[in-house]
């Protein structure tokens, strides 16, 4: 059966650093991503990677979010520094059944986890 967990969310300051981790069991993806979504908002791209080395951010995060993936243990991570009280959502990590799907379309992602809050004070 394949899942995707993720984990690493918490309360923190503005200016602070989280990081998030989501592991998957039940199959390799080439392509995971994680998004995000605020409380009456879409959900929105943050940031993705597809085999190793390709990595895709929102502009929004760019320069402070690092998405990065451990094969070995099956798990992807988002490291997030410098927060801001705007990146306060419950994030999702997703992946991608084929590597040929859109990177920033929340649909072409078929797996899904169950998300886990952020909050960033101010």
């Known amino acids: 059966q394949v899942q995707l967990v993720e984990s690493g969310g918490g309360l923190v300051q503005a200016g602070g650093s989280l990081r998030l981790s989501c592991a998957a069991s039940g199959r390799t993806f080439s392509t995971v991503a994680w998004f995000r979504q605020a409380p009456g908002k879409e959900r929105e791209f943050v940031a993705a990677i597809r085999w190793m080395i390709s990595t895709y951010y929102a502009d929004s995060v760019k320069g402070r979010f690092t998405i990065s993936r451990d094969n070995a243990k099956n798990t992807v991570s988002l490291q997030m520094n410098n927060l801001k009280p705007e990146d306060t959502a419950v994030y999702y990590c997703?992946?991608?059944?084929?590597?040929?799907?859109?990177?920033?379309?929340?649909?072409?992602?078929?797996?899904w986890g169950q998300g886990t809050q952020v909050t960033v004070s101010s």
């Open positions: 997703a992946a991608q059944q084929y590597a040929s799907g859109d990177i920033y379309d929340p649909n072409s992602y078929v797996y």
